[in-house]
């Protein structure tokens, strides 16, 4: 179990398989075995980087103050203690916003991001609600017992993914993974996200309609995003639908290297590729057929 030395206190991290560098930032009540799927499917094209946010799964509790500027700091740090210049982001849930922190923060250091099931800013009133009772409840050693075992069940896609995820968030420190809550109910970058330069990968839930508007909304105001809603799926992205997730991100980084084809061309081609029942010759021929009309 690697530990790295970074910014002032210990974080627990892996790095597996070689290339351009991913690093996965998991919300609060999960750690980073939420990405045991991605590490398993995507290092053999990238080199996957997970780790324990202050305070999270084998990670040193925080003896500062607890931001998601903080956990920006950590991941520069830790990429400097890896000798990585440059990485893309993916944020699950919450770790969404701590991406899109990170390219308005650092940006020089960072290819992109990618956004799973996130946001830049919660607005919608039930999971306002939602979060701020798990704010409430995380910080007493119990109920946060109660709470890990609720969430995490809610995104095991079975046994053996729920109790490793349990078995590697029983270290979880209350006061940071409170925190850590009670950041997502006051930060916002909605304003910002214009200056956001770097390409942007939106993926969502097809039937996790709550999010749709956070979806929409970063889509519009991004200046290079991509969106894209996986049928079938809910928010749990990352353990429910992790083979339609890693083939969009290993697709999508691919294509930015093609810097001549129109982005929405792009976008169109990757999407024939992960559904050609939908968007399958036919419906490519039925597209020439109406721009030609």
């Known amino acids: 179990m690697p530990f790295a030395y970074v910014n002032g206190t210990i974080l627990h991290y892996e790095s597996t398989g070689t290339g351009t560098p991913l690093i ?9 075995q939420a990405f045991a799927y991605q590490k398993e499917q995507l290092s053999g094209h990238f080199r996957v980087i997970t780790f324990d946010i202050r305070g999270h ?21 830790l990429m400097d203690y ?16 701590v ?31 939602r979060v701020w009772l798990a704010s409430r409840m ?3 050693e119990l109920l946060l017992k109660l709470l890990q075992r609720a969430v995490i069940y809610g995104n095991a896609d079975k046994e053996t993914t729920y109790r490793q995820q349990l078995e590697s968030a029983k270290h979880d420190a209350p006061d940071n993974v409170k925190a850590y809550l009670e950041q997502s109910l006051t930060y916002s970058c909605t304003r910002r996200l214009a200056r956001i330069e770097h390409p942007v990968l939106l993926i969502y839930g097809q039937k996790d309609h709550g999010f749709h508007r956070y979806a929409n ?13 996986l049928k079938d799926a809910k928010h749990q992205i990352p353990f429910r639908s992790a083979p339609k997730m890693n083939d969009l991100i290993r697709l999508w980084v691919e294509s930015l290297e093609d810097v001549a084809t ?5 976008d169109r081609t990757i999407a024939r590729k992960l559904n050609p029942a939908m968007y399958g010759e036919a419906a490519h021929e039925q597209d020439v057929q109406d721009a030609q009309d």
Do not use: W
Not at 217 to 222: C, D, G, R
Not at 262 to 266: I, M
């Open 24 to 32: 996965f930032i998991h919300p609060p009540l999960l750690t980073s």
């Open 99 to 129: 991406v899109l922190e990170g390219l308005l923060a650092n940006p020089q250091r960072f290819l992109g991001g990618i956004v799973v099931s996130g946001m830049s800013e919660l607005t919608d009133v039930y999971n306002k609600g």
């Open 82 to 97: 890896l000798g990585i210049e440059k990485a893309y982001l993916c944020g699950y849930s919450t770790g969404g916003s």
């Open 138 to 140: 995380a910080g007493s």
């Open 57 to 77: 799964g084998a990670s040193n509790p925080s003896q500062r103050t607890f931001t998601y500027a903080l956990i920006v700091e950590d991941i520069c740090r």
């Open 262 to 266: 129109e982005r929405v061309q792009l």
């Open 217 to 229: 909304m970063l889509h519009e105001k991004l200046p290079h995003s991509s969106l894209y809603f």
